[in-house]
């Protein structure tokens, strides 16, 4: 088997006297969609924001490509090809949609003071292109009517899908999404998961973090279950929904 | 007609000098701004530009431009020295750092020998010519259209409306928030420069906290949605003392109460002035 | 000599102390930068200088009237401005900015009313008298400022810590909205921490215009400086640390005019200002807030 393309080993990330992860490890392969299960407060986001940047570890670390990232800036972490999506939608709500995916282009462009001021074909001739790229990306969220509109206006289902384009527009290898399905409706879910399944296609490899079983079941190759931030268990989901510390810390508490 | 505008002229020059150099510096708070910046310490920074400019003038006799241009970079390479440490706080935090630092300049001002202490520089040969500024102001709106299209001016939006998320966008957060607060330094020590030399004189005072909160007023009253707005709230607040002499010692009551109203019926600035009544209208046609 | 100085920062210290407690209490409850507080307190020298010359009053009836018209202004800055941005959830510098327009017209109005010049209590409204104790010679006005000042925040952290109505406000404090499900009347309590609030503004603002026995519409300006400085110093928001915060800051102005020079005064005080925002934002006492996820 070929390196992981992400590897999470010995992850510990303390908030004060709390532990929120606790020696975590975790690997990825390079096509797989892998899921993060756990109940709330598990500590599923936060290792999110450890692997994108946005908090530190305390200890252990984050590997893409063989690469360290721990410790790298976000957008250090993003240009290398990692991209994610936020639990509470993030968009640049006051922008326009097409904005909003523009943006996601940023490490994929590189306009800057001296464009704005003088280089204007150049300027324009990225432009045109990032532009393109935006309204495919967008046409393949299913939204590529919504480009002039402001991205806060639109409906909840299809703001998730936004955050999806705009994810997809800064190039990702690998694409955390986190709970893209929470708060949806069944036929929204239903629509979630084809285009998870499509992303893949494309060649994107995901870490998935999801409530719904069904969702994880269906689209996952591997599950890794955190309780208390501690992993009780990685591997095909059959195996782990059979596993019993499973089914007592997770599906124990769904059901009570 | 010719005497009567000379006559104009002579009267209100400044007072048409001072609705540019106001202009660009409503420009260099609203630049900041629009990235979800307050930063308040442009009235230091166009001291900075007035003093270094008009020394160079004075002491030197180099030519205008480099005078200018030395006090826009002067302003700017402070603004650069201190944009690391001061641009990790947020909000009012910012805010009262660098209004902290604009008294810091301030009191160097006073009591540096060189800048003339509580007195200032006097005699300070004027040089700004209207269609300097105009060709400034026109450079610059022409800058703020562009920036309005482009990736950077994007990214500065993206940064103001969700700073997190801008990040994971790969956005380099540190870097634009410095590179803006240099360039509004840097233009906030433009406007300095010209000011200098057109008044004649600097002095601490004009650069304090009065005048720092005086910019900030304008691109508030203004409104922050477009670049029109700073440049609108300049133009009302440099022309309301002057139609408000009559009212003698009072007359600050009206700018005073102008900005407090706009800033709790009108949030988004005069701007917003039309969509308010385009609002108002279609309720009354509904009824 | 030394002594003397100390005595000298203290004395300055504690009314620096008595403007920051207000400003910080603001910030406090109100989460709101309150600019027009300097401006509170420039009306609140003026009202009882008014009531000293014109009502021929003494300086303590003085000094009650204007704490008690200091107290009516903030409540109007609280109903006029602050209470519509609040109903309106605007952002937090709305309110600042909202402050500066009030601060503003505050400002010309005393211009208008009471002209630009600077005005004097008339001499000898506090007997000019010298005390020794111990090391110390002091003046009965520094005595009398050190009492005022001291009693006012005594009676303030009682008020806010043994009282219903302080643990009330220390409950909006922490949040509103638990406050409010809790039974206790949120507006109220802003209403009444505003009118503290512009009291202790007034009080500090006559105490100001007695020790420096200078009054200004312009006056405002400097003491808010001043205060923002201490209440950055002792940590947004922080009673205690503001009451430290003045005294500390009223000691090095005064050692730093007496050993360096006068000139720098107003640059070390600043020049601390602008260090400990970017060292330590949270002040010299406050401990750093909980990282929010």
């Known amino acids: 088997m070929s390196a992981p393309l992400l590897e999470v080993r010995g992850l510990t990330v303390r908030f004060g006297g709390l532990t929120a992860v606790a020696d975590l490890d975790l690997d990825v392969h390079e096509g797989e969609v892998v899921g993060l299960i756990g109940p709330n407060g598990a500590g599923k986001t936060t290792v999110f924001n450890v692997i994108s940047g946005l908090e530190p570890a305390t200890a252990g670390e984050v590997r893409f490509r063989g690469r360290r990232i721990s410790g790298l800036a976000p957008h250090r972490i993003t240009a290398l090809g990692v991209g994610r999506t936020f639990q509470n939608i993030r968009l640049f709500g006051a922008l326009s949609v097409l904005d909003n995916v523009l943006i996601g282009e940023h490490v994929r462009t590189s306009g800057g003071l001296l464009d704005v001021l003088v280089r204007v074909r150049r300027e324009r001739e990225e432009e045109r292109v990032a532009a393109a790229r935006a309204r495919e990306l967008l046409e393949f969220v299913g939204l590529g009517h919504r480009g002039p509109e402001r991205a806060g206006s639109l409906p909840f289902g299809e703001q998730r899908r936004l955050e999806l384009a705009r994810a997809l527009a800064t190039g990702p290898t690998l694409l955390l999404l986190d709970e893209p399905a929470a708060g949806a409706n069944p036929t929204e879910r239903a629509t979630l998961v084809s285009y998870i399944r499509r992303i893949r296609e494309r060649g994107v490899t995901i870490l998935l973090i999801e409530h719904d079983m069904k969702v994880v079941m269906g689209i996952c190759e591997r599950v890794a279950v955190l309780n208390f931030g501690r992993r009780i268990a990685f591997g095909p989901p059959e195996a782990v929904a059979a596993d019993r510390a499973v089914v007592e810390a997770y599906l124990g508490a769904e059901a009570s | 007609m010719v005497e009567w505008l000379a006559a104009f002229w002579q009267t209100y020059n400044t007072l048409v000098y001072l609705l540019f150099t106001h202009a660009i510096l409503a420009l260099s708070i609203y630049i900041t701004l629009n990235t979800g910046l307050l930063s308040v310490g442009n009235a230091a920074f166009a001291g900075i530009g007035a003093y270094t400019s008009a020394l160079l003038t004075m002491k030197l006799d180099l030519p205008f431009p480099v005078c200018l241009a030395a006090g826009s970079a002067a302003a700017g390479l402070v603004g650069l020295a201190i944009g690391l440490p001061v641009l990790r706080l947020s909000g009012v935090y910012l805010a009262l750092a660098t209004l902290a630092f604009g008294e810091v300049i301030r009191v160097v001002f006073l009591n540096l020998e060189v800048t003339g202490g509580a007195m200032g520089l006097n005699g300070i040969p004027p040089k700004t010519e209207l269609w300097h500024l105009v060709l400034v102001c026109a450079a610059l709106i022409y800058f703020f259209e562009r920036l309005r299209r482009s990736r950077l001016g994007r990214t500065l939006d993206a940064i103001r409306e969700d700073e997190v998320a801008a990040r994971v966008m790969g956005i380099d957060v540190v870097y634009y928030k410095n590179l803006v607060f240099v360039l509004g330094a840097m233009l906030a020590g433009l406007a300095g420069g010209f000011n200098a030399h057109f008044t004649f004189f600097v002095s601490p005072r004009e650069y304090g906290f009065g005048p720092a909160v005086d910019i900030l007023a304008f691109a508030v009253l203004g409104g922050t949605g477009s670049y029109w707005g700073p440049i609108l709230g300049s133009t009302i607040l440099t022309l309301l003392p002057e139609l408000l002499r009559f009212l003698a010692d009072f007359r600050g009551m009206v700018t005073g109460l102008v900005l407090f109203l706009v800033i709790v019926y009108l949030p988004n600035g005069l701007l917003e002035v039309p969509d308010v009544l385009r609002r108002a209208w279609r309720r009354g046609a509904k009824p | 000599m030394l002594a ?290």
């Open chain 3, 4 to 293: 003397q100085q100390l005595a000298n920062g203290i004395a300055l210290g504690s009314v620096y102390a008595l403007f920051a407690l207000g400003f910080t209490l603001v910030f406090g409850v109100l989460e709101v930068i309150n600019l027009s507080q300097g401006a509170i307190a420039m009306f609140g020298a003026f009202f009882a200088l008014v009531a000293v010359t014109a009502l021929g009053t003494g300086i303590y009836t003085a000094m009650a009237l204007a704490v008690l018209g200091a107290a009516i202004l903030g409540v109007l800055i609280d109903r006029l401005a602050l209470a519509p941005l609040r109903a309106r959830k605007a952002p937090h510098l709305a309110p600042m900015i909202a402050t500066i327009g009030i601060t503003i017209f505050l400002t010309s109005l005393a211009q208008g009313l009471f002209g630009a010049q600077v005005s004097r209590f008339p001499i000898g409204l506090v007997p000019i008298r010298i005390f020794e104790v111990g090391p110390f010679q002091v003046t009965q006005l520094q005595l009398v400022i050190v009492a005022i000042a001291a009693g006012l925040m005594v009676a303030l952290l009682l008020l806010l810590n043994r009282t219903r109505l302080g643990t009330a406000i220390r409950a909006v404090a922490e949040s509103p909205r638990a406050a409010a499900l809790l039974g206790i009347d949120v507006e109220r309590i802003y209403l009444l921490t505003a009118a503290v609030t512009g009291a202790l503004g007034g009080a500090a603002g006559v105490l100001i215009g007695l020790s420096f026995n200078a009054i200004s519409p312009f006056m405002g300006e400097p003491i808010l400086l001043k205060g923002i400085t201490v209440v950055i110093l002792g940590g947004m928001g922080d009673p205690k640390g503001a009451m430290v915060g003045g005294v500390l800051l009223g000691l090095v102005e005064v050692l730093s005019v007496a050993y360096l020079s006068s000139d720098l005064r107003d640059a070390i005080a600043f020049g601390l200002l602008f260090l400990i925002l970017v060292v330590r934002p949270q002040g010299l006492f406050g401990r750093r807030q909980a990282r929010k996820a």
